[in-house]
């Protein structure tokens, strides 16, 4: 079985400052994909950003970074410079390269106040 | 369409009627998944088209839930007797085939069951 464990159901933030979410994964699986998806009061889920477990460097995608270690199966996800507009609910999803049904984390709320 | 759309937006139905929730994936994409969101949780997957065929329904909760897909296309989560349990958001995401690039979601369907 596949898991995804976010760890910190709520989390806030002040405007300009860097945030760090967490997330951790189980699989047996050598090859695999995760993501970080964005889902704001409008519900629909937002790809952040994607990085696939063959490649060593961190994916990076504007002001939203990714800290990937392999080894630790974690995966958290930076994001500097915090806007307002990032209030949303974050989650992490892994997908193996064998598979076809992402595996979703139970979220982490975000709130970025002024 | 330019992007995967769901309807009804929102729909609140007595216990034990029928509900069909509709979802229209993006031209071209060839894989369509159901997934399930209840309050506090993340996504539960639910069911998985590839084309018109589905490979894979063991996320469906229980017999009262079917879904199909025609044309390639549209598809239709029906749930029969709805219970109070079933209140939701149901979201639909559609991808090329198995896309390791993640997939393109719906703004989702709230069905609420009073």
């Known amino acids: 079985a596949q898991t995804v464990t976010q760890s910190q159901p709520e989390m806030s933030v002040q405007e300009a400052e860097t945030v760090t979410l967490s997330c951790t994964y189980d699989?047996?699986?050598?090859?695999?994909?995760l993501f970080w998806y964005k889902q704001p009061p409008s519900r629909q889920m937002i790809l952040v950003i994607r990085?696939?477990?063959?490649?060593?460097q961190n994916a990076t995608e504007n002001r939203f970074s990714v800290n990937f270690q392999k080894a630790a199966k974690s995966f958290s996800l930076k994001i500097s410079d915090s806007q307002l507009g990032d209030t949303a609910m974050y989650f992490c999803?892994?997908?193996?390269?064998?598979?076809?049904?992402?595996?979703f984390g139970k979220g982490t709320s975000l709130l970025v106040t002024p | 369409g330019a992007g995967v759309s769901q309807s009804p937006s929102n729909k609140v139905t007595e216990k034990g009627k029928d509900v069909e929730l509709r979802c229209d994936p993006i031209?071209?994409?060839?894989?369509l998944y159901w997934y399930r969101q209840s309050l506090g949780q993340g996504l539960e997957f639910l069911i998985y088209?590839?084309?018109?065929?589905?490979?894979?329904k063991s996320g469906l909760p229980s017999d009262r839930f079917s879904a199909e897909r025609t044309g390639g296309s549209v598809s239709t989560l029906t749930i029969q007797r709805t219970q109070q349990e079933d209140s939701a958001v149901y979201l639909c995401?559609?991808?090329?085939?198995?896309?390791?690039?993640?997939?393109?979601f719906g703004s989702g369907t709230r069905l609420t069951v009073v």
């Open positions: 031209s071209g994409h060839t894989a």
């Open positions: 699989t047996s699986e050598s090859n695999y994909y």
């Open positions: 088209f590839q084309g018109n065929s589905a490979p894979d």
């Open positions: 999803a892994f997908i193996p390269n064998s598979g076809y049904a992402l595996n």
């Open positions: 995401a559609s991808s090329f085939t198995e896309d390791s690039d993640g997939y393109t």
């Open positions: 990085q696939e477990a063959y490649k060593q």
